[in-house]
T-cell receptor, first 116, second 113 residues
Framework: GESVGLHLPTLSVQEGDNSIINCAYS??????FIWYKQESGKGPQFIIDIRSNMDKRQGQRVTVLLNKTVKHLSLQIAATQPGDSAVYFCAENANAGGTSYGKLTFGQGTILTVHP | NAGVTQTPKFQVLKTGQSMTLQCAQD?????MYWYRQDPGMGLRLIYY???????DKGEVPNGYNVSRLNKREFSLRLESAAPSQTSVYFC????????????FGPGTRLTVL
């Protein structure tokens, strides 16, 4: 999960393993969630999103699970590859009646390291 | 189609100096955003522009000003830089509002001495 401070959570896996990255979000009014991948020296890159009326969504090698009861979000990466090594951020958006113009609140990130 | 571009990539300032960070997008997006990212932390929203001609404060607006020059361009200005503004600054854009994917630029690394 996410933590406060300068020390990001880390996850180390072997190539080919499945990875699960967790995120606890704070706002019970949030209705849209996104996972971003950020490689060193680059901007965040969209991976997958999910709306609050869903509890699971699948993409290519990635699955996002949403548990609104405990305000928990997870990203599952299947058959993790060295190229998946990066910092992964979850972000939440509270639509506030449709007036929140994409104002995202980001978690602090998890460092994923994939060993060949 | 370059997406979101930012200039400069790196900048070093002395305390009290001013500068403007430039951002442009070629995706015909309506909304644009400025974030800062500090070591070991997620991104925090500084200012955003929901549409051309409008700007609003985000989570950490103090010490910054913005200008939505036109639909493509959204600039961030530091009038009197402070060491606390040392950070990596990211610009992002979305087609419209809340549920649209945000596309990020490559970032500007700013150091204030």
């Amino acid at each position: 999960g996410e933590s406060v401070g300068l020390h990001l959570p880390t996850l180390s896996v072997q190539e080919g393993d499945n990875s699960i990255i967790n995120c606890a979000y704070s706002n019970s009014a949030s209705d849209y969630f996104i996972w971003y991948k950020q490689e060193s020296g680059k901007g965040p890159q969209f991976i997958i999103d999910i709306r609050s009326n869903m509890d699971k969504r699948q993409g290519q090698r990635v699955t996002v699970l949403l548990n609104k009861t405990v305000k928990h979000l997870s990203l599952q990466i299947a058959a993790t590859q060295p190229g998946d090594s990066a910092v992964y951020f979850c972000a939440e958006n509270a639509n506030a009646g449709g007036t929140s113009y994409g104002k995202l609140t980001f978690g602090q990130g998890t460092i994923l390291t994939v060993h060949p | 189609n370059a997406g979101v571009t930012q200039t400069p990539k790196f900048q070093v300032l002395k305390t009290g100096q001013s500068m403007t960070l430039q951002c442009a997008q070629d995706m015909n997006h309506n909304s644009m955003y400025w974030y800062r990212q500090d070591p070991g932390m997620g991104l925090r929203l500084i200012y955003y522009s929901a549409s051309e001609g409008t700007t609003d404060k985000g989570e950490v607006p103090n010490g910054y000003n913005v200008s939505r020059l036109n639909k493509r361009e959204f600039s961030l200005r530091l009038e009197s830089a402070a060491p606390s503004q040392t950070s990596v600054y990211f610009c992002a854009s979305t087609r419209d509002r809340a549920s649209d994917t945000q596309y990020f630029g490559p970032g500007t690394r700013l150091t204030v001495l």
